[in-house]
């Protein structure tokens, strides 16, 4: 099995509150929206983020639980502290709801999330340790820990 | 705020159970791995999947469920229905349930569903409506429903 997702699939309990949120109110396009059944986003190169009506897929996939609770976050990420606070603003004006503001993390980045309208938890966030070179491939780097967070325990083992 | 998904994460109990599944059995190379914290993977251009420790996940981001009751499902294309007999085949190998053997859907398309150690859902799924350009762009099309499936409510305007 190749290490490949195509797909993001969450199940949602009413497609038309989905649609006003992501696209009436974020301005996202759909890929394809079939009314009553599931509304598909691009979400990034060859990806989908799929809403599906819960009940359907919950018959396909088995009994599912709550999406609120759901131990998942949706990283969105976004190339500064201040564009951070200025997504999180966006998605509460938009009806979401921000369940932890902006807030400088231990590890060197900069985060916040908002919840969707069905509870789906988006994680905004800044890394600076993050970079996506022309191919698409993810460098991550471990950045100097912020003055308030842990210090890593390693220590170089290259001379300065 | 734009349609960018750059991150899924899943909280998890156990990392070292995380990496002989997706590592050790089905051999995936990590992006980043920092023990008893969280592994990142690369799953797509510009995309990770991160399985981070779900009490420190739930600590950033609130109380969460159970992973085998979330919502949500993880799409892996393939090109054929063989393939996703044969990655469902490998899966189950490598330590995964299936919970749902290869299918043909309604929907024109062939998938079935295993679950990794914490139970989160990976649906396999060959897909004959969506294709994927140079670009990246993702284009889906309607397939004729399958024998067994619905037919499309909506008659064609254009003459056959």
Redesign the interface.
């Given at each position: 099995?190749?290490?490949?997702?195509?797909?993001?699939?969450?199940?949602v309990r009413d497609l038309e509150v989905t649609y006003a949120f992501?696209s009436s109110r974020?301005?996202?396009?759909t890929?394809?929206y079939v009314p009553e059944e599931v509304i598909?986003?691009?979400?990034?190169?060859?990806?989908?983020?799929?809403f599906f009506r819960?009940d359907h897929?919950?018959a396909?996939?088995?009994?599912?639980?709550?999406?609120g609770?759901?131990?998942?976050?949706?990283?969105?990420?976004v190339g500064s502290p201040a564009e951070v606070d200025a997504?999180l603003a966006?998605?509460a004006a938009?009806g979401g709801s921000i369940?932890?503001p902006g807030t400088q993390m231990s590890w060197g980045g900069y985060s916040g999330?908002f919840t969707d309208p069905d509870g789906y938890?988006w994680?905004v966030?800044y890394n600076p340790g993050l970079r996506?070179d022309a191919?698409?491939?993810?460098i991550?780097e471990v950045v100097e820990a912020a003055a308030a967070g842990p210090v890593p325990a390693a220590a170089s083992d290259q001379p300065g």
């Open positions: 099995m190749q290490s490949s997702l195509s797909v993001i699939t969450v199940g992501y974020l301005g996202w396009e890929a394809q598909f986003y691009q979400v990034g190169p060859g990806l989908l983020l799929a819960r897929l919950a396909e996939a088995g009994p599912m639980g709550e999406a609770a759901a131990p998942v976050t949706l990283g969105h990420n997504v966006e998605a938009a369940t932890a999330y938890r994680e966030c996506i191919n698409g491939k993810v991550l």
